[in-house]
């Protein structure tokens, strides 16, 4: 009897189902579906959520978002941003995120070890989480199926190398935020490829005035330092002041970009800026997850994906301007 | 007759002090040996600490403190914190970087604007905390919180990124700049406008407390409001007004802030409210209120610069900075009190 009660209607959706396709309306299937897919609009409305360590008012982070944003807009994925630099409380909000029961989780492993409990919470609630820019070695063991960022340390020699060809011999790398591991990891794979001698400085990254005296202090304690890396692209602006103050020789490049730091390198007064596309990280990995969802795949095949090091410099400066212009690079 | 004369004698409070002794009552007196003794300790350490320049350097860093150190030193003889003077410096760069560019103003119509409604900020802070008799320490985190969220919020909303756009070539940044960030030639040495400016401010704060009429409420808003309210002092006014100062000389950081740098991140200023109290209290300004100095605040805002930059020049291992100022900072304390203390008992 039942059998038979379900037959009727089944009948009568197919029917329906029909007219609806020769209509052009129907919800599921044919030929509209596949369509839908190739411009990526098919399938329900994921929700994804983006937790990182990020301070507020960061640049840097403003690009993730931007990056995370189109992706989401693109894949039809209804996407939620919150961050707190300390790690016990990053670890409480996954954890909202999980009670919103949300499609996928999007983490920056800063403070791995803060994290691990809650990202096994969120593997048993079957919700599959990607990790950003930092924590690239814990990503797979903390359940992460996919990882995007920099390696610090291969940016890091990447910077070295710059260094190294525009010819500084004594350099100090300018660290904003102390006890950063990934910080020290650049500055550490800088002194490595770099052929002269390489010492750290730490200033007060959230006051600018600091940083400029700190880094002019050093300069004028020592004469010989010809060559300046710092580590986000507001830092380089103030060490060329610093420069330009104490008539030193130093030559300045950085790391990540933004609109006035593409100025500098055009004018000359920066010379390099190792990119690690922020942009590519929060885009990345939102379409990972809708790739997961909608077609079972893992980009990178569990290895952790560089997003960086791009090197920006007066040769390439003019290509990259524009999309520095509007917030993306 | 005689035995009155012996009366008068015996009652210390009328007992005559020598200049020395009076001298070291001062509150700044403490902060001025521990100052001499860092300048002679770096001095000796770091080889390029005595250079014109470094010391240049050393009075800049020292500056950007010690204008801020000024205005909260008086809140704080007044009896009073202000927790929201760190991110309300960036507050004020931001509106005026913001309103400079996206009317296409002169620049110096967005600094005049930024200036009212930092004020205003200011007296918010002061008028809510009159009215709702909550403690500053209350009041002003509730602004800290709120300013630090709007830095934020209004910076996006309108400029679609976190940073404000850059101002340095628009209509009056020069002059703008030559007010709030010349570098001025001193014997051929660089020096930040900014110094000068911080020594007017101490000197008009100094003034303010110990010549005038505003300077006596101040003290006995701090030492005892009752009593204070009791002989007519305005106090919720002059609490209003103090406020209003630290939201002065937030607008005028601020103002640095964005001539010296072109733009501001609106994430910057958080922690720096307690770099400006540490400054005031190693000047030898009370916690408690009704007693400090403006001077001393500038002494301390030395002391700070000084153990701040002196740990660049005397190229000590970088890991270990922070620890290096916490110690030097207890030094200069713990003389700044032993001096204290040894000039009340000598009393």
């Known amino acids: 009897m039942k059998r038979m009660a379900g037959a009727v209607p089944r009948a009568a959706a197919v029917a329906a189902a029909m007219a609806l396709a020769l209509g052009g309306c129907s919800g599921s299937g044919g030929k509209k579906a596949e369509q839908d897919a190739e411009a990526g609009v098919a399938g329900p409305r994921l929700k994804i959520a983006m937790i990182t360590h990020s301070g507020p ?99 890091g020699e990447a910077a070295g190398e710059q260094l190294e060809k525009i010819g500084a011999t004594k350099a100090v790398c300018v660290i ?59 830092f380089a602006a103030t060490a060329v002041d610093s420069v330009e103050q104490t ?47 909608t077609n079972g795949n893992v980009i990178g095949g569990g290895r952790p994906v560089l997003t960086g090091p791009a090197i920006v410099t007066k040769d390439n400066a003019d290509t990259v301007a524009p999309f520095a212009d509007r917030g993306t690079r | 007759m005689s035995q009155a004369v012996l009366d008068v004698a015996a009652d210390e409070r009328l007992a005559g002090r020598s200049p020395l002794r009076r001298l070291a009552g001062r509150p700044e007196v403490g902060a001025l040996l521990g100052a001499a003794a860092l300048f002679v300790f770096f001095a000796l350490v770091a080889d390029s600490f005595l250079q014109a320049a470094s010391l240049s350097t050393v009075l800049y860093a020292s500056s950007t403190f010690g204008i801020m150190a000024v205005s909260v030193a008086l809140l704080m003889i007044g009896g009073e914190f202000d927790l929201s003077a760190g991110v309300m410096v960036t507050t004020a760069a931001l509106l005026s970087a913001m309103l400079s560019y996206q009317l296409t103003l002169n620049v110096w119509a967005g600094v005049a604007i930024s200036l009212a409604l930092t004020l205003g900020l200011g007296l918010l802070n002061g008028v809510l905390y009159v009215r709702t008799r909550l403690p500053s320490f209350i009041v002003t985190l509730a602004t800290f919180f709120m300013l630090a969220g709007a830095n934020l919020g209004v910076t996006k909303l309108v400029t679609g990124n976190v940073a404000t756009d850059s101002v340095r070539d628009m209509d009056g940044f020069a002059s703008a700049r030559a007010v709030f960030a010349a570098d001025l030639d001193v014997g051929g040495v660089q020096v930040n406008v900014t110094v000068l400016w911080w020594l007017l401010f101490t000197a008009v704060a100094t003034w303010i407390l110990l010549r005038t009429r505003a300077g006596n409420w101040i003290f006995a808003c701090g030492g005892n409001p009752q ?121």
């Open chain 1, 176 to 234: 904003h935020e102390q006890g950063n591991v990934g910080h020290e990891a650049r500055c550490a794979g800088a002194e490595k490829t770099f052929g002269g001698r390489m010492e750290n400085l730490y200033v007060q990254g959230t006051n600018m005035p600091q940083v400029k005296s700190s880094i002019t202090a050093k300069l004028q304690s020592d004469p010989g330092i010809d060559g300046i890396l710092t580590l986000g692209a507001p």
């Open chain 1, 57 to 155: 008012g960061d640049t840097f982070w403003d690009i993730v978002q931007k990056g995370a944003k189109a992706a989401a807009a693109k894949d039809n994925v209804e996407f939620l941003y919150s961050a707190d630099p300390d790690g016990g409380k990053q670890a409480q909000l996954v954890q909202t995120a999980i009670d919103q029961k949300v499609d996928g989780i999007i983490v920056t492993l800063a403070k791995p070890d803060a994290l691990k409990d809650v990202l096994a919470r969120a593997r048993a609630a079957n919700i599959p989480v990607v990790s950003i820019n930092s924590g690239a070695d814990r990503s797979a063991a903390l359940g992460a199926v996919a990882h995007f960022g920099q390696d610090e340390t291969i940016a």
């Open chain 1, 247 to 293: 008539g030193s020789s130093a030559k300045v490049g950085t790391f990540d970009l933004n609109k006035d730091l593409i100025a500098s390198v055009r004018n000359g007064s920066i010379w390099f800026a190792v990119d690690q596309q922020p942009y590519l990280q929060g885009y990345l990995a939102v379409d990972e997850l809708w790739l997961l969802k």
């Open chain 2, 227 to 347: 009593a204070a309210r009791a002989v007519g002092v305005p106090v919720d006014r002059v609490r209003i007004a103090l406020f209003m100062g630290v939201a002065f000389t937030a607008w005028f950081s601020g103002m640095h802030l964005l001539f010296a740098y072109g733009t501001v991140q609106s994430g910057e200023g958080v922690g720096n409210e307690f770099s400006y109290i540490i400054c005031a209290v190693i000047g030898g300004c009370l916690l408690t209120g009704g007693y400090g100095s403006a001077i001393g605040a500038a002494i301390g805002a030395f002391i700070f610069g000084m153990t701040n930059k002196g740990i660049v020049y005397a190229e000590w291992d970088p890991d270990w900075f922070k620890f290096f100022l916490g110690a030097m900072l207890l030094l200069a304390t713990v003389v700044n009190l032993v001096v204290r203390r040894r000039a009340e008992l000598s009393r």
